[in-house]
């Protein structure tokens, strides 16, 4: 019996590639991205000033992100969403493969393409490295004072070492493959909410790395390199913990992403909730096994958030089943309610971890002040995790009344019922009189800064502010009954 290379892939992995070049579209469209980026390096070779030849480098890199970004991201998305269309014609469910299988397989297709890519864009970096001209610029913003306050931001990337380019480099081949998977987690998504989202996403990440890279820096030190300073991140410690973090994140969307997949008896939940403890429990592990990066364990804690609201509010908002033989199959000793799928089970979820993330806040800030509480105690902090529980749970009930727990879009219209609210509720606070009760605000959402300000400002003591929190509290826990007894249907 003859064997063939793709005998020894995974079959997921092979129809997906299959798939990928048997689309005439997306394989014209990688033929001429290739050819333009040839032509704009040639272009950067004849130029005849280093501004100039920075240009035409900025452009390729342009093109090379938006390949590396958005086609090939977008190509796996959409492969996703094609399948997982309509529930009674993914045939991909009736395999002996498993969801996890299928989806991992599917990324690493797109992987292979990217790399791909990556591979041939950095023999254009070869190209340009042995013939880039080595006439040096200053800093781009000093440069501008010279030139009659005509800002050149061209001329940054001449200003770059060989290392640093290869780096840069390196973080955008990276995004890109978490780029992939974070489009197969949104491919459950209609198609206009799909791009939508997507490009939220991307312009997200660009909005973050200009944040990084604009800083007053420029206009007080002369030699600055602001890629320098941004790279710092990404060196030594800080890159160990940036990679797990990547890790983790590339796992969760690919675990979300298994819903496209699975059938109904599989539990989809528990991998996502056993993931965002391991990302609460790497905080403490930071700070005791770096003691030092005080500035690395703050950004940490803001990671661990972010991650943590993601993972449970798209447990409880992507369509999911709460079946029977789920509790049969949970682990011991855990309760089997939080390994469990359901609306219910992911808001006790997200309160529980919500609560443990404020502990380690207080945690935070004891050790910050020298196993001293901040100046102004743990309460306000409180108040204020009280107030943003108290909106995601308020926006997850109006979704799952709204709804049906089958809909695909019930992240767009979570988001827009947020949304929503915030501009009713800013309207209603602006026309209410300044001597309005302070709980009244309390049960009030998207409202916070009354209930925390200081005295000199509304008057607040400490026993009014615990009414407040009391009060929050007492909403919070309201909305998570509703949604429990919700969840049993």
Known sequence: MNKFLSDYLPPALVR??????????????????????????????????????AGWSMLLLTLGCVMIWGVVPNRAGAAVSADAKVKGTNFMMLTPLSSRNIVWATWFSATCQVLLLAAFGALLMCWRHATEPLEPLANPLMDAVGRGGVLNPLALSTSLTHEQEWIIYGIVVGLGVLLCAAFMFLAQLSRFFRLVASAVVVMALLASVWESFVTTAWLTEENYSPVADFLAGFTG???????????????????????????????????VRLLTLVVLASVPVVYYLLPGEAKLMESQMDFCLVFGMVAALSDALLPTYSLVAHDKRAWPVVPAYLQTPGVGQAALFLVLFMVAYSAMMVWQGQIADGDDVMNEGPLPGVIEGAKVLYVLLLGLFLTDVLCSRTNVNRPIVYVVLLMVMSFIVTTVTVFMPWDTPAYVYAVLPFVSDRCLSADSITGLDETLQICCAAITGGMVLLLLVLLMLRGRR
């Open 237 to 271: 410690a800080s890159l160990g913990v940036r990679v797990v973090d990547a890790v983790l994140v590339l796992v969760l969307l690919l675990e979300l992403a298994r819903r496209s997949y699975a059938a109904p008896a599989e539990n989809c939940s528990r991998v």
């Open 16 to 53: 997906d590639l299959r798939r990928s070049w048997r689309t005439r579209g997306y394989i014209v469209m990688l033929v001429l991205a290739l050819l333009a980026s040839v032509w704009l390096q040639y272009s950067a070779t004849k130029a005849e000033t280093a501004t100039g030849a």
